[in-house]
């Protein structure tokens, strides 16, 4: 080893395998799902959004995928060129802007979804519902600390 060079431990770091599973995970979707759909992988994560959170607004959509708000402006210009989503200002403010899937973006989510549930079964086929549920709840506490962090002045 260098001396002043710091080796990050990749194999045995959890979040460079969180990184890892997320690609290997999305990766499919790239090559195949989101080509056949002409759906980014963005596009789907906002779709999700959405679909879960009807009306919700950009901001909305940055805070529940991670994503920031430029790549999430990108995601909805693209699901509005392809007709997916449907936009309406905010009465009591105007800079606020509500958004829905479209029935062709219904149609999508439903179709991409299908896939998206069996690639989920799939990644965790060999994980019992206790060790999913214990995940689940390291996972929702990671998020909240990256949310309290990324609040907490600088």
Known sequence: MNKG???????DSIFFKLVRVVNLTARPF?????????????EWRTM???ASHPGAAAQ????????????????????????????KRDRADQRRTHLWLSATGQRVYER??????RREAQLF??????????LG?????LIATLLSADAAPR
């Open 125 to 134: 086929a060999a994980v019992d519902a206790a060790e999913q549920a214990r």
């Open 5 to 11: 060079h710091v080796v990050l431990p990749m194999d």
């Open 112 to 117: 991409v979804g299908t896939g998206g549930k």
């Open 60 to 87: 909305d959509v940055a805070f529940h995928t991670g994503l920031d708000k430029m790549t999430v402006s990108r995601a909805l210009a693209g699901l509005a060129r392809h007709g997916r989503i449907v936009k």
């Open 137 to 141: 709840v390291t996972l929702d506490k």
């Open 30 to 42: 790239a090559e195949s799902i989101g080509r056949a759909n002409r759906l980014t992988l963005n």
């Open 48 to 50: 999700l959004v959405l």
